[in-house]
């Protein structure tokens, strides 16, 4: 098949993954076939829009082109091993991928009734070790392709669609690094954002790191007219690197800077992540610290609930800020005219922050892993 000789690798069954291929790619093998080459974004449009081969009755296809399909294709390499809804409506969704790992994507409402939000993960597991971090538990497997960033939305689209809602926007903030996966990471991003396969606009698209400095500015560089999220968690490198080992190599100044480059190219304000964690970064002296470095740059503040992970690769325990902790360092940011919001903690009934449901799923009795896969 002229597809593995490109050096696409096909799936353990022999088959290729539709989610992998890109309306080129598509039409240069239907060529090979000897069939139109203008099929293939029908057939892509039909699949984004959640068509299933084994069950797609054609939407006019050749029938010799629809055999050749279903023998040489499938819709999807991820399957579901595990699912979880919390009461606030966030659902949580295990996917195993075609070597048999796991790897999270999280749906979450929006306050319209008929839109949600998409947490997608661009790495098995993750090397940057954050402190207070499930992913980092289970250390950096490997890089998901673009296809298997492409299953993550088609798999959130569908849960959505299933609770009457629209997929409206889709962040980067699951497991992984995006940065340092940033050519899967970029290609899935087309695919999202082009019009005729996932149909997301642009700017419903945020790629969220935590400062990898040359990863920015290679974002930047592509001129994508995407959004940028910098989670910071400290506004003084000594803490920074407490919390986040990359602290160490990337100082709070770079990382600013990098922020700048991409506001500046952009034209719309950079989002700081901020994580309050009680005793550790919640002061009214770190409030004020963040003020002063970011007053002046105009860029945007989420201040982050903590959802609990258990005792951290330092062997510490985080607890939440408490809400007037909370309330008070918002205000300072405000009264220096810092557009700061609130990210509501979602799911806290279920294992919501990210890498809890892997890691718990990963250690469990295999057995127990599976019943719980087929009742949730
Ligand atoms: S917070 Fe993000 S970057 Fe940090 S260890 Fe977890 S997944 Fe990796």
Known sequence: MQLSASGRQPLASGSFALADLDPAALAQQFAHWGFKPSHAARVLRAFYSGDDLATASGRGLPQGLLEKLRAEFVSGAATLAARQVAGDGTAKLLLRLGDGRTVESVLMPDFRADRAAGCLSSQVGCAMGCDFCATTKTGFERNLTAGEIVEQFLALRREAQAVGRKLQTVVFMGMGEPLLNLDAVLTAVRRLADNTLGALGWRQITVSTVGIVPGMDALTATG????????????????????????????????????????????????????????????????????????????????????????????????????????????????????????????PDIDAACGQLQRRISLMPKSIAKSRSSSS
């Not at 503040?301 to 609990?308: E, I, T």
């Not at 951290?312 to 309330?327: I, V």
């Open 224 to 347: 994508l007219n995407l959004h940028l999220a910098v989670s910071l968690h400290a506004p003084d490198d000594a803490t920074r690197a407490r919390l986040l080992p990359m602290g160490k190599r990337f100082p709070i100044a770079d990382i600013l800077a990098a922020a700048d480059r991409f506001q500046a190219r952009r034209g719309r304000p950079v989002t700081i992540q901020y994580c309050l964690l009680a005793g550790v970064n919640d002061t009214a002296e770190h409030a004020r610290q963040l003020a002063d470095l970011l007053g002046p740059r105009r860029m945007h503040v989420n201040l982050l609930r903590y959802n609990p992970t258990g005792l951290s690769l330092r062997g510490l325990t985080y607890e939440p800020s408490p809400d007037a902790t909370a309330e008070a360092f918002a205000a300072v940011l405000r009264a220096r005219k810092l557009v700061t919001h609130f990210r509501r903690s979602r799911g």
